[in-house]
């Protein structure tokens, strides 16, 4: 396993910064310049998984984005504290550090979770609140419609629970992406060595799996949550389908001004499999929040 020197040097960024926050160690990037936006990654990923966004909106806004602890960059939590409330924390931090008082808030997938529940406790701070392909509801995956590749990667993956091998992250990323051209020897390398790393700290993988969280809690959010809303959803999304949670999530929210923008050719990993095109759906939402 590569050390924590080399692999800052294989995978930091050129906007790449490591700071103190909220007693973690967190490793976040800043770049570009104007009205702040905060992307929030999904599971197993980290600020990489977000490249696409940033390069498109870090254009015409300051965009930040950070590995959530123990994932990616970042160390764990020292009391093993995983919760809601200390994830929000972090996000305060980390804004505060920067000097940003208002921002816009992006979560995808699993980071709907945290993003939803920051809108509905810091409202005061966001100019904006973007949900991309994010549960409402609690949900069990329907195994019988997997390919056979990949429930045998998971098959194989229980039997070492220290480690994962790469055939395991190439099959999940191809099950969430449309285009297979995507899913490179690189990215499949970033996924195993990075998430590898969150593995060998035992403990804080201990403290997660028992931090319990719900993705329904999102869903009651929504209807405590005015500040203006965009849901972006792809067509081709099979984890959290646009019509059981798309569509719930859109009637859920009680913000007056919410648009739910549908991209074509696009799964549930929106910003490695659509980048470019979901971005461009951002954009209109993003001017007229920040007043640009």
């Not at 039997?159 to 099950?175: D, K, N, S, V």
Request: net charge negative.
């Amino acid at each position: 396993m590569p050390s924590d020197t080399v692999l800052r040097q294989r995978y930091a960024l050129p906007g790449s910064h490591f700071a103190r926050i909220a007693d973690e160690d967190i490793h976040y990037v800043d770049e570009g310049k104007g009205p702040a936006i905060l992307l929030l990654h999904g599971s197993f990923a980290n600020v990489r998984q977000l490249d696409g966004w940033a390069k498109v909106l870090s254009r015409k806004y300051r965009v930040i984005r950070f590995d959530q602890s123990p994932g990616g960059l970042s160390g764990g939590n020292p009391r093993g504290d995983y919760s809601t409330t200390q994830r929000i924390a972090v996000i305060d931090g980390l804004m505060d550090k920067l000097g940003v008082q208002k921002f816009v808030l992006l979560g995808t997938s699993s980071s709907g979770v945290l993003a939803t529940a920051y809108a509905a406790a810091r409202e005061s701070r966001l100019n904006g609140l973007i949900l991309a392909n994010i549960a409402v509801a609690d949900f069990a995956l329907d195994f019988s419609t997997m390919p056979k590749a990949l429930l045998d990667a998971v098959a194989e993956d229980r039997t070492h629970p220290t480690f994962h091998r790469p055939e395991f992250w190439r099959q999940i990323l191809l099950a969430n992406i449309t285009d297979d051209s995507q899913v490179t020897p690189e990215l499949v390398e970033q996924w195993t060595v990075l998430n590898n790393r969150a593995l060998r700290d035992a403990e804080s993988m201990r403290a997660i799996r028992e931090t319990k969280f719900s993705f329904a809690s999102s869903g009651e959010d929504l209807k405590h949550i005015a500040t203006p809303t965009l849901f972006v959803w792809g067509r081709d999304e099979h984890e959290t389908p646009l019509e059981t949670h798309g569509i719930p999530g859109f009637a859920m929210s009680v913000a007056k001004d919410k648009t739910l923008e549908l991209i074509p050719g696009c799964s549930h990993m929106m910003p490695l499999d659509c980048p470019v095109q979901s971005a461009a759906r951002m954009l209109p939402f993003l001017d007229r929040v920040t007043g640009r």
